[in-house]
């Protein structure tokens, strides 16, 4: 972390928390944009798995099952 960065951030720890919090939402804001290409693949993902869902090409597994079987092969390590 640059010396600019570390006195930005000692200065901003020091605001008081409706400040601190109103400037961390500006700084997650302003990395949305970048965001947007992978919340565009996760969303023809998610529709994918639906379409393979709902057409039967996909098998659901109940949490429970799963839960368990992960945890089986966790112990078997």
């Known amino acids: 972390m640059s010396p600019e960065v570390s006195d930005?951030?000692?200065?901003?720890?020091?605001?008081?928390?409706?400040?601190?919090?109103?400037?961390?939402?500006?700084?997650?804001d302003s990395l949305e944009e970048s965001d947007r290409s992978v919340q565009a693949a996760w969303d023809e993902e998610v529709a994918r798995r639906m379409?393979?869902?709902?057409?039967?090409?996909?098998v659901t597994v109940p949490g429970e099952e799963l839960h368990q079987e992960l945890?089986?092969?966790l112990n078997g390590r």
């Open 8 to 28: 930005l951030l000692k200065r901003a720890l020091a605001l008081p928390v409706d400040e601190r919090t109103a400037l961390a939402n500006t700084l997650l």
């Open 51 to 58: 379409q393979d869902l709902q057409a039967g090409r996909s």
């Open 71 to 73: 945890l089986a092969m």
